[in-house]
Nanobody, 115 residues
Framework: QVQLVESGGGLVQTGGSLRLSCAAS????????MGWYRQAPGKQRDLVAG???????DYVDFVKGRFTISRDNAKNTVYLQMNSLKPEDTAIYYC?????????WGQGTQVTVSS
């Protein structure tokens, strides 16, 4: 059974940066389009960035130019570099497949951006 472990979150000031990691075990993710999702308090979980198996990326408009998703298939890991962070980026961040997400989500990693 797949296990997704997100890490790298924390508390930063507006304009700061964080790099999130998502390590997968129990399943090889290299053939899947993977994504980073986020869920703010009281809101639904939304996809914010995705990367195909061969490295093509896509982003929602409000993170374009600030976030960069990448992957290391040899390490079965996906990353999210977040720059120019804003208070509205505060959320719990999760990774999962984009198409047909694994039913078991990781615990996520909390990102808090102070103004």
């Amino acid at each position: 059974q797949v296990q997704l472990v997100e890490s790298g979150g924390g508390l930063v000031q507006t304009g700061g940066s964080l790099r999130l990691s998502c390590a997968a075990s129990g399943s090889i993710i290299s053939s899947h389009t993977m994504g980073w999702y986020r869920q703010a308090p009281g809101k639904q979980r939304d996809l914010v960035a995705g990367i195909t198996s061969n490295g093509v990326t896509d982003y929602v408009d409000f993170v374009k130019g600030r976030f960069t998703i990448s992957r290391d298939n040899a390490k079965n890991t996906v990353y999210l570099q977040m720059n120019s962070l804003k208070p509205e980026d505060t959320a719990i961040y999760y990774c999962n497949k984009v198409h047909g997400p694994y039913g078991r989500w990781g615990q996520g990693t909390q990102v808090t951006v102070s103004s």
